[in-house]
Nanobody, 127 residues
Framework: QLQLVESGGGSVQPGGSLRLSCAAAGSTERDYTIGWFRQAPGKEREGVSCISRSTTYTYYADSVKGRFTIARDNRNTVYLQMNSLKPEDTAVYYC?????????????????????WGQGTQVTVSS
C-alpha cells in the first residue's frame, strides 16, 4: 500500500518561500495522481494543486496560481514550490494519492477520490 510522507513545512514571513516534499513508499508514486491539499483551522480541507500520474496535466486553485508550482521527480517524490506566501496560506498541508487522472480539475476539488494521505505538515505565514 502506498505510504506518503510530507516534509518542508515551517514558518515564514509574508512574501517568503517554502518547498514541500511528498515522498512515497510501498508503491510507485508515478502510478498515482498526487494532490496537495490544505486545511486551515475551522475550514474544510481544500485542493491546492494536483499533478497527473503522466505528469501531462497540472491543476492549481485560483488562490495559488502564479505563486505555487507542483512537480515530480524520478525518485518517487512530488514537490510543491510555494513562493510569495501570504498569511492566508497558513494551514496544514497534506499530500494525497488517487488512482485516476480523469478530469483533473474536478478530481483536485474533492478529497473523495484520494485514497492515501500523508500525516500533514504545518505552514505558517506571519510577520
Amino acid at each position: 500500500q502506498l505510504q506518503l510522507v510530507e516534509s518542508g513545512g515551517g514558518s515564514v514571513q509574508p512574501g517568503g518561500s517554502l518547498r514541500l516534499s511528498c515522498a512515497a513508499a510501498g508503491s510507485t508514486e508515478r502510478d498515482y495522481t498526487i494532490g496537495w491539499f490544505r486545511q486551515a483551522p475551522g475550514k474544510e480541507r481544500e485542493g491546492v494543486s494536483c499533478i497527473s500520474r503522466s505528469t501531462t496535466y497540472t491543476y492549481y486553485a485560483d488562490s495559488v496560481k502564479g505563486r505555487f508550482t507542483i512537480a515530480r521527480d524520478n525518485r518517487n517524490t512530488v514537490y510543491l514550490q510555494m513562493n510569495s506566501l501570504k498569511p492566508e496560506d497558513t494551514a496544514v498541508y497534506y499530500c494525497a494519492a488517487a488512482g485516476t487522472e480523469l478530469n483533473l480539475v474536478r478530481l483536485c476539488q474533492s478529497t473523495g477520490p484520494f485514497t492515501s494521505w500523508g500525516q500533514g505538515t504545518q505552514v505558517t505565514v506571519s510577520s
